[in-house]
């Protein structure tokens, strides 16, 4: 189920846009895409250039200023190169909504439709993984360096299996997209007419989007971090208090930005194949779709904030990156020992704050 499904999606099972509705007179939904002409394109376009701008600084930070020493390091570092090729699609569908047709041809259509299943989904799982690290370092603390200390050395082939697991279950997309003709325009959508069972093959993907991109990570985030809240609550710690209110902010803007996506796909597949739909509760989920993915989509500019830069670590070397850019900006107006200077102190001040890390840390806050 993607966002344009709204306007074009009942052409797979009855050739026509209107046919499964009782009324007598055609339900267009032209006023619902000419809301989505102006409201996809700018919050798509923002949504874009915050998340690269998040999402670049977590891979930078990672690949010059702090080694990935915990597991929960490698998935952040996993997650922010799967937010960033995911936003990289979005400027292609803020376009189309834009002009109201698709342009870029049907190989394109398949690798911007799979490109943005594959890593919605990984992104998805990765925020699973993330809370059965912070599980392990918290709850079992006691066992936590033998465990966390194996799992790093594995951290490769667990993040493969993540990202095959990704491009296994969203497999149907890029088989299914294509670009074709409908009511005089290219359209990038699926289409189920060379199956025998459409209507199945559609609940199927939609199934798959609900399992692996809400409900597994749901539940893994609620069933660690309830845990960790109750240890850090009995812990004897001075900065528990902000610790949980980490947890609880993260689990928050999770359900804020996926329940209402995931309830409008429950809706739409309840109603698949169903006749007499009306044809204003069809607008209304044609609007709540568009909002909603917007919500859902918005989650990836907000992982850098939560799950990176809310931590101390990274907030100090987020402020040696601004230093040494504000260095190399002004190198030809600051003195070279200046430079030098600031150089050289940031990098003892990583070296010794790398040195005095154990194993169990991690740029998480907790």
């Given amino acids: 189920m993607n966002f344009t499904e709204a306007n074009y999606g009942m052409e797979d099972y009855t050739g026509s846009d209107y046919s499964m509705f009782p009324e007598t007179e055609p339900c267009s939904l032209q006023e619902v895409r000419d809301f989505t002409k102006v409201f996809v394109p700018i919050a798509y376009s923002l949504i874009c250039v915050f998340g690269l701008l998040g999402n670049i600084m977590v891979v930078i930070t990672f690949a010059f200023y702090k080694k990935a020493r915990s597991m929960t390091d490698v998935y952040l570092l996993n997650m922010a190169i799967t937010d960033i090729l995911f936003v990289l699609t979005l400027p292609f569908w803020a376009v189309t909504h834009a002009t109201d047709t698709w342009i870029f041809g049907n190989t394109m259509c398949k690798l911007m439709k799979g490109t943005y299943a594959v890593n919605f989904n990984c992104g998805m799982l990765l925020l699973a993984c993330i809370s059965m690290d912070r599980y392990i370092a918290i709850v079992q603390a006691t066992k936590s360096f033998r465990v966390r200390s194996r799992t790093l050395t594995h951290s490769k082939v667990i993040c493969l299996t993540v990202w095959f697991v990704s491009i296994i279950i969203s497999s149907p997309t890029f088989f299914f997209n294509k ?31 609900l399992l692996f991109g809400f409900f597994i990570p749901l539940l893994f985030m609620v069933f660690c971090y309830l845990f960790i809240i109750k240890t850090l609550v009995q812990a004897q710690n001075s900065k528990r208090h902000r610790a949980i209110r980490v947890v609880i902010a993260v689990v928050l803007v999770f359900l804020a930005c996926q329940i209402p996506h995931n309830m409008v796909l429950l809706v739409t597949a309840a109603n698949t194949g169903k006749m007499g739909r009306s044809c204003s509760a069809e607008k209304a989920l044609a609007y709540a779709r568009n909002v909603a993915e917007v919500l859902a989509f918005l989650h990836c500019c907000l992982n850098p904030v939560l799950y990176a830069f809310i931590g101390q670590k990274f907030r100090s070397y987020f402020m040696k990156i601004m230093k040494d850019v504000w260095c190399m900006r002004r190198k030809s107006k600051v003195p070279t020992f200046f430079c030098a200077r600031v150089y050289s102190e940031s990098y003892i001040s990583r070296q010794t704050s790398e040195t005095v890390e154990n194993d169990n840390a991690s740029s998480f806050t907790m």
């Fill in 179 to 209: 670009q074709y003709k409908l009511q005089g325009r290219d359209v990038c959508e699926p289409q189920y007419k060379l199956v025998s069972e459409p209507i199945t093959w559609k609940l199927l993907g939609m199934g798959l989007e």
